[in-house]
């Protein structure tokens, strides 16, 4: 499977670079997870959404009840051309799916911000980057 490129070549079409929530915490691979008091929705950026570039036609999520670790492979986005890979934001067990996403995957990438794909379970010292780290990160250009 493709991992999703640290520096997609541009921003989306429609999301200014500094348009990032600082509501959140965020990965280098394009994910962002949001407490919502008793875990961290996990979902995925419009910069993740940009490297989608043709129709979705599956979503893998992990199972519920399993532990994930940071960094490990949690996920995909498979389209008729290549799968892109999902990676565990933080450690933690899997606790919910999205029944919206799994039920549209395709909204993912069209309201990413609003479509959380799993909440899990969080270590309140997982390793996730500040609003201001992962702007700098798609602000940079290759």
């Known amino acids: 499977m493709k991992p999703v490129t640290p520096h997609p070549p541009s921003p989306p079409v429609g999301v200014a670079p500094g348009a ?9 691979d394009h994910l962002w997870a949001l407490d919502d008091g ?3 929705r996990v ?6 959404a940009a490297a989608v570039r043709t129709e979705v036609t599956a ?11 940071t960094a490990a492979p949690a996920g995909s986005f498979e389209t008729a051309k ?3 890979d999902l ?6 067990e899997v606790l919910q799916h999205n029944p919206d996403a799994l039920a549209d995957p395709a909204r993912c ?3 990413p911000w609003n479509t959380w794909l799993w909440r899990m379970s969080a270590a309140p010292n997982a390793p996730l980057w500040s609003a201001a780290r992962y702007r700098a990160l798609v602000e940079a250009r290759p």
């Open 20 to 28: 990032v929530p600082d509501d959140r915490r965020y990965t280098p």
């Open 82 to 84: 290549a799968a892109l």
């Open 43 to 48: 979902g995925v950026t419009p910069w993740f």
């Open 109 to 111: 990438l069209r309201d």
């Open 38 to 40: 008793a875990a961290v």
């Open 59 to 69: 979503l893998h999520l992990p199972a519920i009840g399993v532990h994930l670790r």
């Open 87 to 92: 990676f565990a934001p933080c450690d933690g």
